[in-house]
């Protein structure tokens, strides 16, 4: 059985953004795979208002991946990996109509997931980064520690106290 090794990634979220799932799918999938800049760059011209929240989970993804110290990734060299919008709940209102009648009108939400991993090409060039550094040794341990004198020093110090 082959082993996958799991990629790091990084993820971030909205919950109950006041647009609907559908809307919010149709600006998702335009940044799925694309680096981060290219998909500010989308986000940033995009006529539709749910891109502005996209484009805030987004910024929040960057800020979590430069901010963790175990990862050490520029934002620049991050790519979407993954991006959905899913249902959120449903606020149910009612609109008075003609002759005592009554509409639903249903205002709905939506929980907007971008998760960003490091570019392969920016995971080759950390690797070289990371060969090409010299490494570093560490100097031997003392193994041989100088008993005779502590032991010495010990008994006269004694010696000292009981004649006084």
């Known amino acids: 059985m082959a082993t996958v090794e799991q990629q790091k990634t990084v993820r971030a979220n909205a919950k109950y953004v ?8 149709l600006i998702t999938d335009l940044i799925r795979g694309r680096s981060v800049p290219e998909a500010r760059t989308i986000l940033a011209f995009s006529a539709r208002a749910v891109a502005k929240d996209v484009d805030k989970v987004l910024r929040s993804a960057v800020a979590n991946a430069e901010s963790r110290a175990d990862l050490h990734w520029n934002g620049d060299d991050l790519v979407v990996v993954t991006a959905y919008a899913d249902e959120g709940p449903t606020l149910k209102r009612h ?25 392969p090409a920016a995971l080759r060039a950390q690797a070289e980064a990371a060969a090409a550094a010299p490494r ?29």
Do not use: D, F, M, W
């Not at 609109?95 to 960003?116: D, M, S, Y």
């Not at 010990?154 to 010696?159: F, P």
């Open 136 to 164: 570093r040794t560490r100097a031997p341990k003392k193994t041989e520690t100088p008993v005779a004198e502590t032991e010495t020093t010990e008994a006269t110090e004694t010696e000292e106290t009981e004649a006084s």
């Open 18 to 25: 006041r647009s609907s799932a559908r809307k919010a799918r």
């Open 95 to 119: 609109k008075p109509r003609a002759r005592g009648r009554v509409n639903q009108i249903l205002k709905r939400t939506c929980h907007i997931t971008v998760e960003l991993a490091p570019s």
